[in-house]
C-alpha cells in the first residue's frame, strides 16, 4: 500500500535550517509529481513547492522561494523539503502529498514550529 | 496567481440534509478542481478529482460539478462521518486551495 512519511519536524529559532524528509514506498516512485503543503496551526492548506517526477522541474510557492529547495532522490524514494532562514510564519504541520495531478495520497505530517 | 474563494465558511446542517459547497476561481481553471475532506488532526483526504471524478473508495453521496471558474460539491445526505471540514484545491497552474468550509452539526 502507498505510504508517506515524513521525518525531520521539531523545533528552531528563526533564521536557522531545517531539513524535513519524505520516505516513500508502496509505488513505483519515478512515476509521480511529489508536494509538500503545510497547515499553520487552526488555519487552511497552503501549498509550498512541487517537484517533477524526474527532479527537472521545481516549483515555490512566494512565500518560500529563495528559501526553501525541493530535492528527490530516486535511489533511495526520498522527497526532501530543506527550509533555510526560516520565520515564525513558517511554524506549521508540513505534509508530503503524491499527484501528478491532485493530491491522492498524503503523509501524516510533520510539525515545525519557529520560535525563540 | 490563481485565488480559490470557498463559501459558505461554515455550514450548520443535520443528518440526511442536502449540502452544497461552492468554489470559485479567480480565473478560468478549465476542470482542474480536487476537493478534500479534512478531519481535526488528520491529513486531508482525497475526494473528487478533475472536478466531477470520484476518487476510489469514495461514498457515492459526494459528487462535483462545475467548470471555468464556478464549482460545487455537493453530499446528497448528509452523515455523521461528514461532518468536516471541506478544502477545494486547483490543479492548473501549480496548486492553490480554498480556505476551506467548515460542516458542522446543527
Known amino acids: 500500500q502507498v505510504q508517506l512519511v515524513e521525518s525531520g519536524g521539531g523545533v528552531v529559532q528563526p533564521g536557522k535550517s531545517l531539513r524535513l524528509s519524505c520516505a516513500a514506498s508502496?509505488?513505483?516512485?519515478?512515476?509521480?509529481?511529489m508536494h509538500w503543503v503545510r497547515q499553520a496551526p487552526g488555519r487552511g492548506l497552503d501549498w509550498v513547492a512541487s517537484?517533477?517526477?524526474?527532479?527537472?522541474?521545481?516549483y515555490f510557492a512566494d512565500s518560500v522561494k529563495g528559501r526553501f529547495t525541493i530535492s528527490r532522490d530516486e535511489s533511495k524514494n526520498l522527497v526532501d523539503l530543506q527550509m533555510n532562514s526560516l520565520r515564525a510564519e513558517d511554524s506549521a504541520v508540513y505534509y508530503c502529498?503524491?499527484?501528478?495531478?491532485?493530491?491522492?495520497?498524503w503523509g501524516q505530517g510533520a510539525l515545525v514550529t519557529v520560535s525563540s | 496567481d490563481i485565488q480559490l474563494t470557498q463559501s459558505p465558511s461554515i455550514l450548520s446542517a443535520s443528518v440526511g440534509d442536502r449540502v452544497t459547497i461552492t468554489c470559485r476561481a479567480s480565473?478560468?481553471?478549465?476542470?482542474?478542481l480536487a476537493w478534500y475532506q479534512q478531519k481535526p488532526g488528520k491529513a486531508p483526504k482525497l475526494l473528487i478529482y478533475?472536478?466531477?471524478s470520484l476518487e476510489s473508495g469514495v461514498p457515492s453521496r459526494f459528487s462535483g460539478s462545475g467548470s471555468g471558474t464556478e464549482f460545487t460539491l455537493t453530499i446528497s445526505s448528509l452523515q455523521p462521518d461528514d461532518f468536516a471540514t471541506y478544502y477545494c484545491?486547483?490543479?492548473?497552474?501549480?496548486?492553490?486551495f480554498g480556505q476551506g468550509t467548515r460542516v458542522e452539526i446543527k
Open positions: 517537484i517533477s517526477y524526474d527532479g527537472s522541474n521545481k
Open positions: 484545491q486547483q490543479y492548473n497552474h501549480y496548486w492553490t
Open positions: 478533475k472536478t466531477s
Open positions: 480565473q478560468i481553471i478549465s476542470d482542474w
Open positions: 508502496g509505488f513505483t516512485f519515478s512515476d509521480y509529481e
Open positions: 502529498v503524491r499527484g501528478t495531478a491532485a493530491g491522492d495520497y
